[in-house]
């Protein structure tokens, strides 16, 4: 389609304001007596509208929507308190002007980033992708998680990528991991215990009786949500209560 046309008579005086966001091109020309100026279409970033949601229910099982949770909140406590982002099941949209290009990851780990709430993520505005990605996957996801999403993490060069099936429907082994090396995905093979090495986070992850679960590497501690912290704190308070008592008792029957 041909641009639009304004005709500005000769001798007139006018200005443009052109926000750096638009994007435009234009061509003057000298004609007789006016100047012509094609002015092609353009758009700014402003009026482009980013979805929130990718209108597909989330159509899973309980136990793994439970795991889709629980890893998030497993890895926003852990790194509560720092400069990093952790989300899941959020619009990532890794293109600039095209809204149709986005992915949704279950549990994603963004470090250096500000960790307050948003609405969608954008790559270009953050200035980063995630360090790793996690997928609670399973039979009705398989072909998106174990093709699709692993072709375009790699693509979008995200360090590492972790898949996760909690009831073992059809990944063999259910956890497997993928590293980016230089331009391609390499599995992450498992040590002698079973556990993969999640460098990104400084991570083991193993399956203990089916069940994900994360350790430290430097101190070796089991990674929990919040609220099962909480919950263990107690406990070990109430013991240590306990164990003062029967030292009191002890010490009065002596």
Not at 55 to 68: K, N, S
Not at 101 to 109: C, E, R, W
Not at 142 to 163: A, F, G, M, N, W
Request: charged residues 30%; negative net charge; glycine residues 6%.
């Amino acid at each position: 389609m041909p641009p639009s046309r304004l005709t500005i008579p000769s001798g007139t005086d006018y200005c443009w304001y052109v926000p750096r966001s638009i994007i435009y091109s234009s061509r003057l020309k000298e004609n007789t007596g006016a100047v012509d100026v094609d002015v092609m279409r353009f758009q700014t970033s402003l009026e482009i509208e980013y979805p929130e949601t990718d209108g597909r229910p989330m159509g899973e099982t309980d136990l793994h929507r439970e795991w889709m949770q629980r890893i998030i909140d497993v890895l926003k406590h852990r790194y509560r308190g720092q400069r990093v982002y952790v989300s899941g099941n959020l619009l990532m949209h890794y293109e600039e002007g095209d809204p149709s290009h986005f992915v949704v990851p279950d549990a994603m780990v963004v470090k250096g980033c500000d960790p307050g709430r948003r609405r969608i993520f954008k790559v270009w505005e953050e200035g980063r992708v995630p360090s790793a990605v996690f997928e609670t996957t399973s039979r009705s996801t398989k072909r998106e998680d174990s093709s699709y999403k692993t072709q375009l993490y790699e693509q979008l060069r995200i360090p590492e990528y972790v898949l996760y099936d909690p009831t073992a429907d059809y990944l063999r082994p259910p956890l497997q991991g993928w590293r980016l090396s230089v331009d391609h995905y390499e599995p992450i093979e498992p040590d002698a215990a079973g556990r993969i090495h999640c460098q990104e986070l400084g991570l083991w992850l193993r399956l203990e009786d089916g069940d994900l679960v994360m350790y430290d590497c430097q101190t070796g501690e089991l990674l929990l949500t919040e609220a099962e912290s909480e919950r263990a704190a107690r406990e070990a308070a109430e013991a240590e209560i306990q164990r003062l008592r029967a030292k009191l008792r002890e010490q009065g029957t002596s």
